[in-house]
C-alpha cells in the first residue's frame, strides 16, 4: 500500500517501519474500498504517521479526544509537519477528523459513552413491539423512535419521571412544535406517536391511564390550503441550475428530472437501482415502499439522456448497484436527505423562498401540472403512487383542464 501511494523508497519505509502498521494499513485499505483517491489517501497515511510519532502510541494503546486535539495543535506548529508555517484552521480539523475516523475504526478512540434519557429500557421495549406488530415502513419507525426518544429527554431535563407524566406536559410539547412554525401534518405526526408510546406505556404501566386518549392531533380540514408547489417558471430555473458539465451538476440534472417528471418521493429516487432501468423497452421501474407497490413508467427521451450521461461519466465504477451514489469517499448510496439537499441547495441559488422548499415541492407541482393538462383525479393519483383517491383529492383545489392521456402530456421540453 505505502509503495502504491508514496514514490520515494524512504518515505514508504518509514511508513512502513513505524508502529500499529496493521491498524493503519487497515484504514487505509477500507478507505481505498470505499472509492477514496490516491491524493486523500497519501493525506491520511500522513496524519497516521503523525499521530503515532506525536503521540508515541503502541500496540493496544486507547486515545481519548483530548489526547488528539493536543496532538493537532503540537502539528499545526510551524515544524511540526515539516514546514516552516503554521497550519491553517481548516488543516488542522482535517487532522482531527482523519485521527480520530482512524482510531474509531482501529477500536483505539477512547469515547464517553452517549449521553441518553433514564427511559432507555422502556424506549428499548417500545422500538421492539413497533418493529414487530405495527408493520410501518422503516423511515416511519424511525421517525417515531426519533419523536419518543426528543420527549423522553425532555422529561429528563425537567426531572419528571415518566410515571408523573400528565396531560400538560404532552401538550406542552405538542405546542413547542406548534411554536416552531411546523406543518400541520408535521404536528400531526407528532401527536400521534406520543399517542402510540403512551397506549403501549399504559398497558405496562408505565404512566396513568388515559393519557393516550387525551393526545389530540390536529385534524386535517377540507379548506386547508395545499403546500404549494413550483410553478413551471421556477421548475425550468431550478434545472437551469444543473447545465453545468461538473460532477455535481451532471448528477444533479438527472436527479431533478426524475422528480420534475415523474413526480417521485425523496426516498424512492434514493432507492432507484441500474436494474430499474430497461433501456430497451424505455421503461423505468420504481418501488413505492409506501403503497408497497411497483410502478412502471415510460422512460421519457430528456430523462433517459440526463441518466445515461451521468452513469456514463459521472456514476463512480462502484460494485453498488443502487443508481445515485455519493461524489466523494466513501462512496456509498445517496439518501433521501442527500436528494432533499440537492433540490434545497439548488432553491437557495435561485432565490425561491416561502413555499415547501423539498423534492415534495417538485412533487405537489407535478401533480398540479398534470391536474391542469386535464388528467382526472384516478389518473394523477396513479401516477403519483397514492394508495386511495383521498391522498389525491387535495389537488382538486387546484385548476382542472380537458382530461387526457399520461404519455400525451407536453412536459414543455423538460422531459
Not at 426516498?267 to 409506501?290: C, H, M, Q, S, Y
Amino acid at each position: 500500500m505505502f509503495e502504491t501511494l508514496f514514490t520515494r523508497p524512504g518515505i514508504a519505509e518509514r511508513h512502513r517501519a513505524a508502529p500499529l502498521l496493521d491498524e493503519r494499513l487497515g484504514y487505509l485499505e477500507h478507505c481505498a474500498q470505499g472509492g477514496a483517491r490516491r491524493q486523500t489517501l497519501r493525506k491520511i497515511a500522513a496524519h497516521q504517521f503523525s499521530l503515532v510519532r506525536l503521540l508515541d502510541l503502541h500496540e493496544g494503546e486507547r486515545v481519548n479526544v483530548t489526547r488528539v486535539e493536543a496532538a493537532a495543535d503540537q502539528w499545526s506548529l510551524p515544524g511540526g509537519r515539516r514546514c516552516s508555517r503554521p497550519a491553517s484552521s481548516e488543516a488542522r480539523k482535517r487532522f482531527i477528523g482523519h485521527a480520530e475516523r482512524w482510531l474509531r475504526f482501529a477500536g483505539l478512540l477512547d469515547e464517553p459513552a452517549r449521553a441518553r434519557h433514564a427511559h432507555a429500557g422502556e424506549a428499548a421495549a417500545f422500538e421492539t413491539w413497533v418493529r414487530g406488530e405495527r408493520g410501518w415502513s422503516e423511515a416511519t419507525v424511525r421517525c417515531c423512535l426519533g419523536t419518543v426518544d426528543r420527549f423522553l429527554e425532555g422529561l429528563d431535563g425537567r426531572k419528571v419521571a415518566l410515571a408523573e407524566v400528565g396531560i400538560a406536559d404532552i401538550d406542552r410539547e405538542v405546542a413547542r412544535w406548534r411554536a416552531r412554525d411546523c406543518s400541520r401534518i408535521t404536528i400531526h405526526d407528532y401527536a400521534e406517536h406520543l399517542r402510540v408510546f403512551f397506549r403501549f406505556a399504559e398497558r405496562r404501566n408505565w404512566c396513568a391511564q388515559g393519557l393516550a386518549d387525551g393526545i389530540m392531533p390536529p385534524r386535517f380540514h377540507p379548506g386547508t390550503p395545499l403546500p404549494k408547489g413550483l410553478d413551471r417558471d421556477e421548475v425550468l430555473r431550478l434545472l437551469a441550475t444543473s447545465e453545468g458539465d461538473s460532477p455535481a451538476d451532471v448528477r444533479g440534472r438527472a436527479i431533478l428530472m426524475v422528480l420534475v417528471a415523474y413526480g417521485l418521493r425523496s426516498g424512492e429516487v434514493a432507492g432507484l437501482r441500474l436494474d430499474d432501468l430497461d433501456w430497451t423497452e424505455e421503461i423505468l421501474r420504481v418501488r413505492r415502499p409506501k403503497p408497497g407497490r411497483t410502478h412502471l413508467y415510460p422512460l421519457s427521451r430528456g430523462v433517459g439522456q440526463a441518466i445515461l450521461r451521468y452513469v456514463r461519466d459521472v456514476r463512480p465504477r462502484r460494485p453498488e448497484r443502487t443508481l445515485f451514489l455519493t461524489l466523494n469517499a466513501p462512496i456509498r448510496p445517496v439518501t433521501a436527505c442527500a436528494i432533499g439537499h440537492v433540490v434545497r441547495s439548488r432553491l437557495d441559488r435561485i432565490g425561491i423562498t416561502g413555499k415547501c422548499r423539498g423534492p415534495h415541492a417538485l412533487r405537489h407541482g407535478t401533480a398540479q401540472h398534470l391536474l391542469d393538462n386535464g388528467l382526472s383525479m384516478k389518473e394523477v393519483g396513479d401516477y403519483l403512487g397514492h394508495r386511495g383517491a383521498r391522498a389525491t383529492s387535495a389537488y382538486a383545489r387546484v385548476r382542472l383542464g380537458a382530461l387526457r392521456e399520461v404519455a400525451d402530456i407536453d412536459l414543455e421540453g423538460l422531459a
